[in-house]
Nanobody
Framework: QVQLVESGGGLVQAGGSLRLSCAAS????????MGWFRQAPGKEREFVAA????????YSADSEKGRFTISRDNAKKTVYLQMNSLKPEDTAVYYC?????????????????WGQGTQVTVSS
């Protein structure tokens, strides 16, 4: 059974930082690209960042470039999202997801497995 478990969310003031983690089990982690998405209340789920199976290539949404960094540790079967200079509009539930294609994608439908999410709240 595949499980993706996010952690590291919480309440932070604007300008602060958080590091999200997503621990995977039940799959060959190094064979999957990983992605982070988020969903704010009343809004659709949106792409945040993705990383190839090898970690050699990453990309992120324009609004997060320079502030968010995705990384992975295949030995620990964990993907991370370092978020700096947080803004109130970053408030959302953040989800990690696994993509069998190994290359990563900004398209949510490409991802086969999803975690339950972790809440990030940024106060002004």
């Amino acid at each position: 059974q595949v499980q993706l478990v996010e952690s590291g969310g919480g309440l932070v003031q604007a300008g602060g930082s958080l590091r999200l983690s997503c621990a995977a089990s039940g799959l060959t982690f190094s064979s999957y690209a990983m992605g982070w998405f988020r969903q704010a209340p009343g809004k659709e789920r949106e792409f945040v960042a993705a990383i190839r199976w090898s970690g050699g290539s990453t990309y992120s949404a324009d609004s997060e470039k320079g502030r968010f960094t995705i990384s992975r540790d295949n030995a620990k079967k964990t993907v991370y999202l370092q978020m700096n200079s947080l803004k109130p509009e970053d408030t959302a539930v953040y989800y990690c997801a696994a993509d069998r294609s190994m290359s990563g994608s900004p398209v949510a439908a490409r991802y086969a497995y999803w975690g339950q999410g972790t809440q990030v709240t940024v106060s002004s």
